[in-house]
């Protein structure tokens, strides 16, 4: 999904007003622990309080949204922090964003049957999984492909 500059500045004054807000999921690069159509509210992101392994919401200068998974933060020449972040079904990286394209931190995905907090346990321990078997993205993506060409096949969505 796409946005113009003032649609994302004004998605940062929200966060900055009321401390949170809550966006649809769309894409399969966080699957299965976003799904499409899950509500993910993100609240203000603080860079004291950011981990490995937490889901940031930033935008690119296309205009994009996107929630991805902090891998690294590291430290340029110039003594700039740039976050490192990937999909879960991602293979690579994304490319390094700076402070200024973070928009929040996901706190909790919600779907019609439950809300699920980033600090619950099956999340932490999905976080983990993800940060220390860098194959089970491999296997993700693998499976989303036999998925989508079946889905494909029968005319169905994911």
């Given at each position: 999904m796409q946005f113009n500059q003032d649609t994302v500045e004004l998605l940062i004054r929200t966060i900055n007003k009321y401390g949170w807000m809550d966006l649809p999921a769309h894409g399969i690069s966080m699957y299965p622990y976003i799904k499409k159509g899950n509500i993910c509210r993100f609240v203000q992101f603080?860079?004291?309080?950011?981990k490995k392994g937490d889901?940031?919401?930033y935008h690119v200068s296309s205009g994009q949204l996107i929630a991805?998974?902090?891998i690294a933060v590291q430290?340029?020449?110039s003594c700039q922090k740039r976050f490192i972040l990937k999909g879960d079904?991602?293979?690579?990286f994304d490319h390094p964003i700076y402070k200024n394209q973070i928009i929040g931190k996901l706190s909790t995905?919600?779907?019609?049957?439950?809300?699920?907090?980033?600090?619950?346990l099956s999340s932490i321990i999905w976080s983990y999984i993800m940060l220390s078997f860098p194959i089970v993205s491999k296997l993700l993506r693998y499976f989303l492909?036999?998925?989508?060409?079946?889905?494909r096949r029968s005319g169905a969505s994911l």
């Open positions: 603080d860079e004291r309080n950011v889901v940031l919401l991805h998974r902090l430290k340029t020449d079904t991602n293979i690579i995905i919600e779907n019609t049957k439950r809300k699920r907090y980033v600090n619950d492909s036999l998925h989508l060409l079946n889905k």
